[in-house]
């Protein structure tokens, strides 16, 4: 290697040297400024600001309601969106409500009432003794309200027939505020459907769903006049469905009710009960005494059968056999058993016990006795009143209906021939 050539290597070596002397002394420096409160405490403004007119630039080009997000508010569905105007919060009640509350009316009735005296006020030797002090039979007028629904266009409504049950007098009122004179065009009182008529025309009307689907937990929306207070809503779900008239302590009625926990009180009876598209899928028609959270309506279905009847013929014939039933249970049983002034003897621990044949009924007629138990209905297993009675209700007048029962340890095959339903008769 040349002389000229080492000493050039010598001098690139110096050159690395400083250099790298010089970066050292600059990083310790750097890191001296950085470690200072006040170097550290600008550092943390500038950073500061910088953020700020980040945030800044970014929202002069996006608004904070245009961002993606998730309601948990239950979305109406595009029917009752579409009723709807525009730019208006709403629910899927109230849409429900907008469309369904026009159709909803007002009923009120009344009725006079004489007071009858007893017979004793009536006896010549009586009137003689007290002559003018003797009281008179006097005249009231018993007035009631209820709700009902509009089902055709010229003035059809579908209530509860304990609302206009013996009417002198029936006024219909609309939500708009027109009333109108009501005709009654025939009442139920077995499944307490009744059908009114006004006169008028191009009337909302409601719409009717599918009861036979339903489910416990399905929204459930009430509209009608409680207590005087019209246009109430309510809300709550299908609570249950297939209540028996017994479990809901009107064991005169043929009916499979729906249980609802929307509140109903005196004064919704013959309102409808609506799912949350707006159909009609009940109406509503009892209540239980001291009980909150427990109303019950007719199934839709079942309404509109009686309906069709009434307004076809003015009354519905149901199917009678006349036998009072209670569903048989080992519980049940034990407590005829154990009843010391029951003379009845159990041998069976499930099906329906017959309790009561009714005197000349077509099921006396047929053969059958207390304490007869039946455990076949038409060749189906039957272990529920409720079913026979449901069945005998489904059934036709004049057409018989095949029973398998148990009496004394034997076994019988009766067959009933069901006749009309007496109206002042209770089954």
Known sequence: ?????????????????????????HHQAKKNLVQQPVTRFALFLLGTAATILG??????HFSWWQLPYTSIAVIPTEAAQASLPPNINTNFVTAVVDRVGPAVVRIDAAKTVTNRLPDAFNDPFFRDFFGSQVPQPGRRTIRGAGSGFIISPNGRILTNAHVVDGADTVKVRLKDGRSFEGKVLGADPVTDVAVVQIQAQQLPTVKFGNSQQLQPGQWAIAIGNPLGLDNTVTTGIVSATGRSSSDVGIPDKRVNFIQTDAAINPGNSGGPLLNQQGEVIGMNTAIIGGAQGLGFAIPIHTAQRIADQLVARGRVEHA???????????????????????WLNVDEDRGVLVV?????????????????????LNGQSVTEADAIRQAVENSAIGKDIRLELRRQGRTLNLAVRPGAFPTAQVE
């Not at 009678?320 to 407590?335: H, R, S």
């Open 1 to 25: 290697m040349s002389i000229k050539q080492r000493d050039a290597n010598k001098n690139l070596e110096q050159t690395k040297s400083h250099l790298q002397s010089n970066h050292a002394i």
């Open 55 to 60: 945030i800044y630039a970014i929202a002069r």
């Open 320 to 342: 009678f056999l006349g036998i009072q039933m209670l569903t048989l249970t080992p519980e049940v049983k034990q407590q005829i058993a154990s009843d010391p002034n029951s």
């Open 356 to 376: 009561r044949v009714v005197p000349d009924s077509p099921a006396a007629k047929a053969g059958l006795r207390v304490g007869d138990v039946i455990h076949k």
